[in-house]
Protein backbone atom coordinates (compact mmCIF):
# COMPACT_ATOMS: atom_id res chain seq x y z
CA UNK A 1 0.00 0.00 0.00
CA UNK A 2 3.41 2.43 1.01
CA UNK A 3 4.48 2.08 -2.24
CA UNK A 4 1.40 2.05 -4.39
CA UNK A 5 1.03 5.80 -2.65
CA UNK A 6 4.57 6.18 -3.56
CA UNK A 7 4.05 5.95 -7.24
CA UNK A 8 0.85 8.11 -6.61
CA UNK A 9 2.25 11.22 -4.60
CA UNK A 10 5.39 10.66 -7.35
CA UNK A 11 3.18 11.26 -10.36
CA UNK A 12 0.94 13.80 -8.79
CA UNK A 13 4.16 16.06 -7.63
CA UNK A 14 5.46 15.89 -10.86
CA UNK A 15 2.55 16.82 -12.83
CA UNK A 16 2.59 19.70 -10.29
CA UNK A 17 6.04 20.93 -10.81
CA UNK A 18 5.25 20.83 -14.53
CA UNK A 19 2.02 22.00 -15.17
CA UNK A 20 1.18 25.74 -15.91
CA UNK A 21 -0.52 28.01 -13.09
CA UNK A 22 -2.93 30.12 -14.06
CA UNK A 23 -3.65 33.70 -13.17
CA UNK A 24 -5.55 36.77 -13.63
CA UNK A 25 -4.83 39.52 -15.34
CA UNK A 26 -6.69 42.25 -13.24
CA UNK A 27 -5.38 45.97 -13.38
CA UNK A 28 -2.93 44.86 -16.33
CA UNK A 29 -2.72 47.67 -18.78
CA UNK A 30 -2.52 51.23 -17.08
CA UNK A 31 -3.30 54.64 -18.66
CA UNK A 32 -2.53 56.70 -15.76
CA UNK A 33 -0.60 59.08 -18.15
CA UNK A 34 -1.75 63.06 -16.91
CA UNK A 35 -3.93 63.81 -14.63
CA UNK A 36 -6.06 65.58 -17.39
CA UNK A 37 -6.46 62.42 -19.01
CA UNK A 38 -7.46 60.09 -16.59
CA UNK A 39 -10.33 63.13 -15.88
CA UNK A 40 -11.11 63.01 -19.21
CA UNK A 41 -11.12 58.93 -19.17
CA UNK A 42 -8.40 58.96 -21.66
CA UNK A 43 -9.71 60.90 -24.48
CA UNK A 44 -6.97 62.85 -25.52
CA UNK A 45 -5.84 61.72 -28.75
CA UNK A 46 -7.31 64.14 -30.71
CA UNK A 47 -6.72 66.85 -28.14
CA UNK A 48 -2.79 66.11 -27.49
CA UNK A 49 -2.14 69.70 -26.42
CA UNK A 50 0.13 69.06 -23.08
CA UNK A 51 3.14 66.77 -22.83
CA UNK A 52 0.91 63.97 -22.41
CA UNK A 53 0.71 63.62 -25.93
CA UNK A 54 3.78 61.53 -25.82
CA UNK A 55 1.37 58.70 -24.58
CA UNK A 56 -1.82 59.57 -26.00
CA UNK A 57 -0.27 61.37 -29.71
CA UNK A 58 2.67 62.48 -30.14
CA UNK A 59 1.89 64.34 -33.48
CA UNK A 60 0.13 67.33 -30.87
CA UNK A 61 3.37 68.53 -29.78
CA UNK A 62 4.56 69.72 -33.05
CA UNK A 63 1.86 72.42 -32.14
CA UNK A 64 3.27 73.13 -28.85
CA UNK A 65 7.10 74.65 -30.31
CA UNK A 66 5.52 77.99 -28.85
CA UNK A 67 6.06 77.04 -25.43
CA UNK A 68 9.67 76.75 -25.07
CA UNK A 69 10.75 73.70 -23.21
CA UNK A 70 8.27 71.35 -21.34
CA UNK A 71 8.57 69.76 -18.26
CA UNK A 72 5.93 67.32 -16.73
CA UNK A 73 5.94 64.81 -13.71
CA UNK A 74 3.28 63.30 -11.74
CA UNK A 75 2.70 60.12 -10.26
CA UNK A 76 -0.92 58.02 -9.36
CA UNK A 77 -1.34 56.39 -6.07
CA UNK A 78 -3.24 52.88 -7.07
CA UNK A 79 -4.77 50.39 -4.28
CA UNK A 80 -6.40 47.74 -6.29
CA UNK A 81 -9.40 45.56 -4.35
CA UNK A 82 -10.36 42.22 -5.46
CA UNK A 83 -12.25 39.46 -3.39
CA UNK A 84 -11.92 35.84 -4.37
CA UNK A 85 -15.28 33.85 -4.48
CA UNK A 86 -14.85 29.81 -3.92
CA UNK A 87 -16.58 27.41 -6.16
CA UNK A 88 -17.23 23.55 -6.48
CA UNK A 89 -15.63 21.01 -5.59
CA UNK A 90 -12.82 23.20 -4.31
CA UNK A 91 -12.64 25.08 -2.03
CA UNK A 92 -16.52 25.24 -1.91
CA UNK A 93 -19.19 27.44 -2.91
CA UNK A 94 -19.74 30.39 0.26
CA UNK A 95 -15.77 30.86 0.36
CA UNK A 96 -14.55 34.61 0.21
CA UNK A 97 -10.97 35.44 0.29
CA UNK A 98 -10.19 39.56 0.46
CA UNK A 99 -6.84 40.69 -1.73
CA UNK A 100 -4.53 42.23 0.80
CA UNK A 101 -4.44 46.03 1.02
CA UNK A 102 -1.14 47.20 -1.82
CA UNK A 103 -0.48 50.69 -3.31
CA UNK A 104 1.21 51.11 -6.55
CA UNK A 105 2.55 54.41 -7.61
CA UNK A 106 2.62 54.16 -11.24
CA UNK A 107 4.43 57.74 -12.16
CA UNK A 108 4.89 59.83 -16.05
CA UNK A 109 7.72 61.88 -16.34
CA UNK A 110 7.89 64.05 -19.92
CA UNK A 111 10.41 66.60 -21.03
CA UNK A 112 9.83 68.16 -24.65
CA UNK A 113 11.99 70.44 -26.32
CA UNK A 114 11.61 72.36 -29.43
CA UNK A 115 14.28 72.42 -32.43
CA UNK A 116 12.58 74.89 -34.33
CA UNK A 117 8.69 76.39 -35.18
CA UNK A 118 7.84 72.85 -36.94
CA UNK A 119 9.81 69.92 -35.29
CA UNK A 120 9.81 68.94 -31.40
CA UNK A 121 11.56 66.23 -29.79
CA UNK A 122 10.69 64.91 -26.35
CA UNK A 123 11.43 61.95 -24.41
CA UNK A 124 9.26 60.07 -21.60
CA UNK A 125 9.27 57.69 -18.64
CA UNK A 126 6.70 55.81 -17.28
CA UNK A 127 4.98 53.19 -15.99
CA UNK A 128 2.49 51.56 -18.87
CA UNK A 129 2.05 47.98 -17.50
CA UNK A 130 2.11 47.14 -13.74
CA UNK A 131 0.34 45.72 -10.41
CA UNK A 132 -0.23 42.89 -8.81
CA UNK A 133 -2.49 40.89 -6.55
CA UNK A 134 -1.52 39.43 -2.63
CA UNK A 135 -3.16 37.02 -0.65
CA UNK A 136 -2.60 35.87 2.71
CA UNK A 137 -0.33 32.80 3.42
CA UNK A 138 -3.56 30.97 4.16
CA UNK A 139 -5.83 31.42 1.52
CA UNK A 140 -7.10 29.02 -0.37
CA UNK A 141 -6.67 29.83 -3.56
CA UNK A 142 -2.75 29.83 -2.78
CA UNK A 143 -2.56 26.74 -5.11
CA UNK A 144 -2.76 29.20 -7.79
CA UNK A 145 -1.39 32.24 -6.43
CA UNK A 146 -0.10 33.79 -3.42
CA UNK A 147 1.66 36.83 -4.76
CA UNK A 148 1.99 37.75 -8.54
CA UNK A 149 3.92 41.35 -9.40
CA UNK A 150 4.43 42.90 -12.71
CA UNK A 151 6.97 46.02 -13.15
CA UNK A 152 7.65 47.82 -16.08
CA UNK A 153 9.39 50.89 -17.57
CA UNK A 154 9.07 52.80 -20.45
CA UNK A 155 11.92 54.97 -21.60
CA UNK A 156 10.82 56.53 -25.03
CA UNK A 157 11.96 59.12 -27.04
CA UNK A 158 9.64 60.71 -30.42
CA UNK A 159 10.00 63.56 -32.35
CA UNK A 160 7.06 65.49 -33.96
CA UNK A 161 6.87 67.72 -37.12
CA UNK A 162 4.22 70.39 -38.22
CA UNK A 163 3.77 69.78 -42.08
CA UNK A 164 1.44 73.18 -42.34
CA UNK A 165 -0.54 74.91 -39.89
CA UNK A 166 -3.16 72.04 -39.85
CA UNK A 167 -1.44 68.73 -39.83
CA UNK A 168 1.03 67.28 -37.65
CA UNK A 169 2.72 63.76 -37.64
CA UNK A 170 4.66 62.18 -34.50
CA UNK A 171 6.60 59.16 -34.54
CA UNK A 172 8.38 57.73 -31.36
CA UNK A 173 10.41 54.75 -29.99
CA UNK A 174 9.83 52.90 -26.50
CA UNK A 175 12.65 50.92 -24.84
CA UNK A 176 10.22 48.75 -22.22
CA UNK A 177 11.89 46.96 -18.94
CA UNK A 178 9.78 44.75 -16.93
CA UNK A 179 10.34 42.57 -13.91
CA UNK A 180 7.88 39.90 -12.89
CA UNK A 181 7.59 38.00 -9.27
CA UNK A 182 5.07 34.79 -8.77
CA UNK A 183 4.52 32.89 -5.74
CA UNK A 184 2.22 30.23 -5.23
CA UNK A 185 2.13 27.04 -2.59
CA UNK A 186 2.49 23.39 -3.81
CA UNK A 187 -0.11 20.85 -2.58
CA UNK A 188 -0.62 17.40 -2.80
CA UNK A 189 -2.42 14.21 -1.32
CA UNK A 190 -0.44 13.18 1.85
CA UNK A 191 -0.92 9.55 1.31
CA UNK A 192 -1.06 8.97 5.27
CA UNK A 193 -3.86 10.82 5.79
CA UNK A 194 -5.53 11.86 2.51
CA UNK A 195 -5.15 15.20 2.87
CA UNK A 196 -4.48 18.16 0.82
CA UNK A 197 -1.49 19.35 2.73
CA UNK A 198 1.03 22.05 1.70
CA UNK A 199 4.80 20.93 1.02
CA UNK A 200 6.35 23.78 -0.74
CA UNK A 201 6.62 26.89 -1.86
CA UNK A 202 7.43 28.41 -4.72
CA UNK A 203 8.92 31.73 -6.40
CA UNK A 204 10.09 32.63 -9.58
CA UNK A 205 11.83 36.21 -10.05
CA UNK A 206 13.04 37.55 -13.16
CA UNK A 207 16.40 39.53 -13.32
CA UNK A 208 18.89 41.67 -15.33
CA UNK A 209 18.16 43.59 -18.20
CA UNK A 210 17.49 40.98 -20.69
CA UNK A 211 13.47 41.60 -19.81
CA UNK A 212 13.31 44.18 -22.17
CA UNK A 213 11.78 44.86 -25.48
CA UNK A 214 11.37 48.16 -27.99
CA UNK A 215 8.51 49.08 -29.59
CA UNK A 216 7.16 51.35 -31.89
CA UNK A 217 4.86 54.35 -32.15
CA UNK A 218 3.26 56.27 -34.40
CA UNK A 219 0.32 59.61 -34.36
CA UNK A 220 -1.08 62.43 -36.50
CA UNK A 221 -3.23 65.43 -35.78
CA UNK A 222 -5.30 67.46 -38.13
CA UNK A 223 -7.20 70.78 -37.10
CA UNK A 224 -10.23 70.68 -39.23
CA UNK A 225 -11.18 74.30 -38.83
CA UNK A 226 -13.84 75.71 -36.29
CA UNK A 227 -12.37 73.76 -33.42
CA UNK A 228 -12.70 70.37 -34.01
CA UNK A 229 -9.60 68.31 -34.65
CA UNK A 230 -8.73 64.80 -35.37
CA UNK A 231 -6.43 62.60 -33.91
CA UNK A 232 -4.96 58.63 -34.48
CA UNK A 233 -2.49 57.19 -32.26
CA UNK A 234 -1.05 52.89 -33.42
CA UNK A 235 1.65 51.57 -30.34
CA UNK A 236 2.66 48.63 -31.95
CA UNK A 237 2.65 45.50 -29.77
CA UNK A 238 5.81 43.43 -28.62
CA UNK A 239 7.30 40.29 -26.70
CA UNK A 240 8.70 40.71 -23.20
CA UNK A 241 11.17 36.89 -22.59
CA UNK A 242 11.24 36.73 -19.00
CA UNK A 243 14.36 35.00 -17.83
CA UNK A 244 15.01 34.55 -14.09
CA UNK A 245 15.52 31.73 -11.00
CA UNK A 246 13.22 29.86 -9.63
CA UNK A 247 13.18 28.36 -6.13
CA UNK A 248 11.25 26.11 -3.91
CA UNK A 249 11.26 25.85 -0.15
CA UNK A 250 10.01 22.79 1.51
CA UNK A 251 7.01 23.18 3.92
CA UNK A 252 7.26 20.41 6.12
CA UNK A 253 3.77 17.42 6.24
CA UNK A 254 4.40 16.08 9.42
CA UNK A 255 5.44 12.78 8.28
CA UNK A 256 9.06 12.17 7.15
CA UNK A 257 8.08 9.10 5.05
CA UNK A 258 6.43 11.62 2.98
CA UNK A 259 8.96 15.02 2.96
CA UNK A 260 11.58 12.46 1.95
CA UNK A 261 9.75 11.47 -1.09
CA UNK A 262 9.31 15.02 -2.14
CA UNK A 263 12.45 16.23 -1.41
CA UNK A 264 13.39 13.37 -3.60
CA UNK A 265 11.62 14.93 -6.26
CA UNK A 266 11.57 18.89 -6.21
CA UNK A 267 14.55 20.75 -6.31
CA UNK A 268 15.16 22.27 -2.73
CA UNK A 269 18.79 22.31 -2.67
CA UNK A 270 19.11 25.51 -5.10
CA UNK A 271 17.82 27.73 -7.40
CA UNK A 272 16.47 26.28 -10.68
CA UNK A 273 16.51 28.22 -14.61
CA UNK A 274 13.01 29.45 -15.24
CA UNK A 275 11.56 31.63 -17.93
CA UNK A 276 8.05 32.87 -19.27
CA UNK A 277 6.64 35.02 -21.63
CA UNK A 278 3.82 37.98 -22.10
CA UNK A 279 3.13 38.69 -25.42
CA UNK A 280 2.11 42.92 -24.95
CA UNK A 281 -0.78 43.63 -27.33
CA UNK A 282 -0.71 46.60 -29.71
CA UNK A 283 -3.18 49.54 -28.87
CA UNK A 284 -4.81 52.19 -31.59
CA UNK A 285 -7.11 54.55 -31.35
CA UNK A 286 -9.04 57.23 -33.29
CA UNK A 287 -10.80 60.88 -31.87
CA UNK A 288 -12.46 63.60 -32.52
CA UNK A 289 -12.73 66.84 -30.64
CA UNK A 290 -13.26 71.12 -29.69
CA UNK A 291 -12.55 73.17 -28.11
CA UNK A 292 -12.87 76.82 -27.50
CA UNK A 293 -11.69 79.02 -24.99
CA UNK A 294 -13.45 77.58 -22.10
CA UNK A 295 -14.61 73.98 -23.23
CA UNK A 296 -13.34 70.66 -24.03
CA UNK A 297 -15.62 67.95 -25.90
CA UNK A 298 -13.16 64.60 -26.75
CA UNK A 299 -14.24 61.59 -28.06
CA UNK A 300 -12.34 58.40 -29.31
CA UNK A 301 -13.04 54.64 -30.18
CA UNK A 302 -9.80 52.33 -29.45
CA UNK A 303 -9.08 48.83 -29.31
CA UNK A 304 -6.13 46.36 -27.18
CA UNK A 305 -5.55 43.85 -28.61
CA UNK A 306 -6.66 41.49 -25.84
CA UNK A 307 -9.55 41.64 -23.66
CA UNK A 308 -8.46 39.27 -20.99
CA UNK A 309 -5.39 36.99 -19.62
CA UNK A 310 -5.90 33.86 -20.00
CA UNK A 311 -2.67 32.11 -18.80
CA UNK A 312 0.63 32.59 -17.86
CA UNK A 313 3.01 29.67 -18.06
Do not use: C
Amino acid sequence: MIATNRRSAFLLVTVLVAAPSLSFGSGFALFEHGNRGMAMAGAMTAVADDPSALFWNPAGMAFQTDKGIQLMAGVTLISPTQTFYGESPYPGDGYVEELQDQIFPPVHLYLAIPVNERLEVSFSVNNPWGLGTLWDDDHLGRYISRKAELTSWDLGISMAYKISDNFAFGLGVDWIYSRLELTQAVGLINPFNQRLTDVADGQLITSGLDNSAFSWNAGLLVKLGAGFQLGGLYRSGFKLDYDGEGSFTQVSSGYPEFDALVAGIVPFDGDVPAYTSIEHPDFWTVGLSWQNEKWTFSGQYGVLGWSSFDQLS
